[in-house]
């Protein structure tokens, strides 16, 4: 078969980058495309052998893995005169332009903005399916001459450009991706540590105390970000505020002092006038001085201006990367974020040597060489967390390893103490580990000591596996193999993989399932499937047969992690810092059972070096060696400036009883081997010694109800269990599972008082006529306000609504209607959320779908008595309250609804108090949460709650 890289057949051309990747493009003109584009970056194309034959007015070209058939003579490419065939194992399969791939796996987002339990979304198809193909479409995405780095717009009519690539696995697949639109770059070592962030203006005194904090609970900070008010003139400014912040330089060096990285929040876009750089970027573009500092990134002048004369000082002063929080770069068929994430990282790349990286939004195909992903603004409730752990792993579907979250999530003050562990939990376990709010607290020391105690845990479980996971990173540089990934990458055949979104693995050896859900006295029981084969418990190191799934019981301070059989991973001191490169001791563990291996990645961890090909990679194998195992630690190879080869190396090989440990000082240049004579693999055990019964709530969403988890573990049958639940409250069944976990949709009345609410349980069994039983329960502490009349809508265009003083301000609603609009009672369906427990007023779901409007609601409160209470209240596009007729909030402004977004200390008299609210929409969703709590944070108990109370509407 003769050897192609292109071949041309009228105004299509066909090129191949091997046997399975070809790009097939149409240009009317017969201009074709050379130059790489601001996706696809790679023009190199490796050929393949091909025949080319022609059967009527037929041409067929075979790769030998590909049969492609094209009618020429016909406008355009459709599928009438284009399609693919190839096997697939056994199976025919067939592709043609508009297909739509059924089994494709999923990708990523742009963002998670406003995610909830109001308002989740399906994720964007990556390139991994079970049809093992992806089509990439680059039709319209501008040329990227990467000489000038400028973009050249595509505006020939009906050009089509197609990539259409098939593999023999998920890993061949995202290397066939990586190799149209490249590699994911190595980021700064110490990233992997702990990040700390907060939408809240600091001073240099604060910034330093935070510091010392970490230092003091031991555990210190590797990141610090600076959010918007590190400087002047609302969002884009550059001028220090230096009554915050009076010397900058100074607070950059006591920062880099400890050994953090410093990143700053920038809104790309422009420069305000009032700002002293506005006047140095007019000089330096040429422009008048009456022109207004807009800027377009697309335009190398203004982007290359806009960095040298706005960033750079900064940069100068000392802050290591930048935080960039939206975009600026406008182009037909160009995603804004990604040519704006390219203009910033490639900056940060040619000043410094330092290893650049920014946090950004996720701009689309390619943004995998931009990283590290902000998934964004999220509510902090438990249905965010949960999909931020399916999100995250599918991510790498579409070659996205760093995803960093919000960790307790954007939205709300102080969370529940539960749902902060379990996200810090999640956050260990994830690419990135950054604490992060809009002015709310998410510090380990704000939720008393058994929260930090498991804080601590779950991060000494992080610092101990940067060797591991920096190790990871390299993987998904060279191998395009995500950091966190699905269970399918490694068990394709399985069948149940696909369906645990809620499980993932970290790297080839450790299978996390973090919990997503409040328990009973912090005690879940998880349900988790380990795929075929041998497991150890992380914590425990017990011995666990797969292929089934199991009941895992977790205290508070314990997330579901598991190691399979043949893992030797490398790991550090927790005390280490992310930054150390080369940890000593370094302590591998090794679990029996099969054979295994991992490589060892090691470089300076701080700059482009690794580039130049100054790093090194130390092999760890452990085989089975007659009625032993032995585990052969190197030899390293490469070298770098700082690599200490002389080394301390602990292997733990993990098994029965006490676990056998050996220590030598090795030179990792030559290796060394550890043999173990005593290696019978563990019995399996049983995964809890006591029987136990637990209570849990999983997070409803708009579209599924909430549930009730009743479980007991011990493995027994014939087991009975019981709940008891306030009144009106009621389960259905809905689904039990073999391991000994029963699930309940659970029905809350929409509307109820404020109170705390108790649910209890209780299991037992009798064995050997001896009855055994336990029973638990859980506090609902519900502080929601739903009963509502509402009353609308009137125009709101620019948000000038929420200054206009409508007729209902007037008598503050008193009237039963309003040039013919009525207060009417809110849709039930526009009710949403059970178990933070919070509930959100959707009115997007009570009007249906508008925009740039105002609407009031109404409600009377009852107390027995006079009383101080507070009003926690949140809302998407502003809000106004009023309370007896009086204004006791006014935020008209837009802002992430989240409770307690804005706080109201009021005093209700006795009797009815009545409550209006203005509620402001721009575009998009909208709604508001309102709840009653006491000066000290808990539900205001004995109201009662009257969306008419004794006064007549």
Not at 647 to 676: C, P, W, Y
Request: proline share 7%; aromatic share 12%.
């Amino acid at each position: 078969m003769p050897f192609h890289s292109s071949i041309i057949i009228g105004s299509v051309r066909f090129q191949f980058y091997s046997a399975l990747v070809i790009r097939i493009e149409y240009s009317p003109s017969g201009c074709f495309r050379d130059i790489p584009t601001a996706v696809v970056a790679n023009r190199e194309l490796g050929g393949a052998e091909v025949t080319v034959e022609e059967h009527c007015s037929e041409v067929i070209i075979d790769t030998g893995r590909l049969v492609v058939h094209y009618q020429p003579g016909t406008m355009g490419l459709s599928r009438d005169n284009l399609w693919v065939e190839w096997m697939d194992s056994s199976t025919r399969r067939e592709w043609r332009p508009g297909d739509v791939d059924t089994l494709n796996l999923g990708g990523t987002l742009r963002s998670l903005d406003g995610f909830g339990a109001e308002k989740l979304y399906k994720v964007d198809p990556g390139v991994i399916s079970r049809s093992k193909y992806f089509v990439l479409d680059d039709s319209t995405t501008p040329g990227h001459d990467t000489d000038g780095d400028s973009l050249w717009p595509q505006f020939e009519e009906g050009y089509v450009d197609i990539y259409f690539a098939v593999y023999d696995d998920f890993t061949q697949g995202l290397q066939a991706y990586a190799g149209l639109t490249g590699r994911v770059p190595m980021i700064p070592r110490r990233a992997l540590g702990l990040w700390f962030s907060r939408y809240y203006p600091y001073s240099n005194y604060e910034f330093r105390e935070i510091v010392r904090k970490f230092e003091k609970l031991k555990v210190p900070l590797d990141v610090l970000v600076m959010d918007v008010d590190w400087h002047l003139w609302g969002w884009e400014g550059f001028d220090w505020d230096t009554d915050l912040i009076p010397d900058p330089s100074d607070l950059l060096v006591w920062l880099h002092e400890r050994g953090l990285l410093v990143g700053a929040n920038v809104h790309p876009g422009g420069v305000p006038d009032q700002d002293s750089h506005s006047a140095k970027m007019r000089d330096a573009l040429g422009w008048d001085s009456n022109t207004p500092v807009k800027l377009d990134l697309t335009d190398p002048d203004q982007a290359h201006a806009y960095m040298d004369v706005a960033h750079q000082p900064v940069m100068e002063q000392g802050i290591d990367f930048w935080w960039v929080d939206g975009d600026s770069a406008h182009m037909q068929g160009l995603d804004s974020q990604h040519a704006t994430n390219h203009v910033y990282f490639t900056f940060t790349k040619q000043h410094s040597d330092a290893r650049p990286m920014i946090l950004s939004r996720f701009g689309g195909l390619g943004s995998h060489r931009y990283p590290i992903g902000f998934s964004g603004d999220t509510k902090s409730d438990w249905a965010a967390l949960a999909y931020q752990v399916e999100f995250t792993s599918t991510a790498g579907n579409a070659l996205m390893p760093y995803w960093s979250h919000d960790i307790g999530g954007f939205c709300g003050n102080r969370i529940d103490s539960q749902l902060y562990v379990r996200w810090v939990q999640f956050g260990a376990l994830s690419p990135i580990l950054r604490l992060h709010s809009d002015h709310g607290y998410r510090a380990p020391w704000d939720y008393g000591p058994e929260v930090y105690a498991a804080f601590k845990k779950a991060y000494d479980l992080r610092l101990s596996l940067i060797p591991y996971i920096y190790s990871l990173c390299r993987e998904s540089h060279s191998d395009s193999m995500p950091l966190v990934r699905p269970m399918y990458y490694h068990w394709p055949e399985d069948e149940e993989c696909y369906q645990r979104g809620s499980q993932f693995m970290l790297g080839p050896w450790l299978l996390a399932c973090p919990v997503t859900y409040p328990a009973s006295g912090g005690r879940a029981h998880v349900e988790v499937y380990l795929p075929d084969g041998i497991w150890f418990d992380y914590w425990t190191g017990h011995r666990i047969d797969g292929g089934r799934s199991i009941l895992y019981p977790c205290p508070l301070d314990r997330t579901p992690l598991f190691v399979r059989a043949g893992a030797v991973i490398p790991t550090q001191n927790p005390m280490s810092k992310a930054s150390a490169c080369c940890p000593d001791p370094l302590v591998i563990h090794a679990y029996p059972g099969a054979d295994g291996g991992f490589t060892i990645y090691e470089d300076d961890g701080e700059t482009q070096d690794w580039e130049r090909g100054e790093f090194t990679l130390c092999p760890v194998t452990m085989v089975r060696e007659g009625d032993g195992v032995k585990v052969s630690v190197g030899p390293a190879e490469g070298q770098f400036i700082g690599w200490k080869r002389e080394r301390n190396v602990i292997v733990q090989m993990h098994g029965a009883g006490e676990s056998a440990t050996q220590e030598k000082v090795i030179d990792l240049r030559d290796g060394a081997e550890f043999l173990f004579t005593e290696t019978e693999v563990p019995p399996s055990s049983d995964i809890a010694e006591d029987f136990e019964v637990s209570l849990a709530m999983i997070q409803g969403t708009a579209q599924l109800p909430a549930l009730l988890q009743l479980s007991a573990v011990h493995g027994i049958k014939n087991m009975q269990l019981s709940v008891d639940l306030p009144e009106g409250w009621s389960v259905n069944p809905h689904h039990i599972s073999s391991s000994g976990l029963s699930m309940y949709t659970l029905q809350i009345p929409r509307h109820q008082p404020p109170g705390i609410y108790n649910i209890s349980a209780q299991a037992c069994i009798s064995q050997d006529d001896i009855l055994i039983q336990d029973s638990t329960n859980m506090e609902w502490a519900y502080a929601s306000i739903t009963q509502f009349n509402i009353l609308g809508t009137f125009s709101n265009n620019c948000n000038s609504g929420m200054e206009i003083p409508y007729p209902p301000e007037a008598d503050c609603g008193r009237s039963a209607s309003y040039n013919g609009r009525v207060w009417k009672p809110i849709n039930d369906t526009a009710v949403i959320g059970d178990v933070l427990p919070v509930r959100y007023i959707d009115l997007t779901r009570h009007f249906g779908p508008i925009c740039d409007v105002v609407a009031y609601a109404m409600t009377w409160i009852h107390s027995e008595w006079p009383r101080d209470v507070s009003f926690d209240i949140g809302a998407d596009d502003g809000i106004i309250a009023w309370l007896n007729g009086a204004v006791i909030l006014s935020a008209p402004e837009p802002g992430p609804a989240a409770p307690g977004q804005f706080r109201a200390s009021v005093h209700l008299r006795a009797g009815w108090n009545q409550v209006m609210l203005k509620i402001g929409q721009l575009f998009g969703d909208w709604g508001f949460y309102f709840e009653i709590r006491t000066p000290d944070g808990n539900p205001a108990e004995g109201l009662r709650i009257s969306p008419t109370g004794t006064c007549e509407i």
